[in-house]
């Protein structure tokens, strides 16, 4: 059974850095997709960044320029170091990982910039 385990997040002020990292267990393949969604209170969840294994990367526009993703292939990890966070960054990060079609959650963190 594939489990996605979060960490980082938190409480930072306006201009500040956090950096979120996801690590998978339960497989000896490399995910096709690893990536991070946020949810924003009375929001849908949107996507914020992805990467494929062979390294492309998919950024929401209102994160170019702030955020990077990368991901560790062999560990089958991913971080997402965020910079010049904005209040409306604030949500509940939730990490997504694909293999075989197949998409996979994990528990979700929480992120809140103060203003």
């Known amino acids: 059974q594939v489990q996605l385990v979060e960490s980082g997040g938190g409480l930072v002020q306006a201009g500040g850095s956090l950096r979120l990292s996801c690590a998978a267990s339960?497989?000896?393949?490399?995910?096709?997709?690893m990536g991070w969604y946020r949810q924003a209170p009375g929001k849908q969840r949107e996507l914020v960044a992805a990467?494929?294994?062979?390294?492309?990367?998919n950024y929401a526009d209102s994160v170019k320029g702030r955020f990077t993703l990368s991901r560790d292939n062999r560990k089958n990890t991913v971080a997402l170091q965020m910079n010049s966070l904005k209040f409306e960054d604030t949500g509940v990060y939730y990490c997504?990982?694909?293999?075989?079609?197949?998409?996979?959650w994990g528990q979700g963190i929480q992120v809140t910039v103060s203003s």
């Open positions: 339960g497989t000896i393949f490399s995910m096709n997709v």
């Open positions: 997504n990982a694909e293999l075989a079609s197949l998409a996979y």
């Open positions: 990467i494929r294994s062979g390294g492309s990367t």
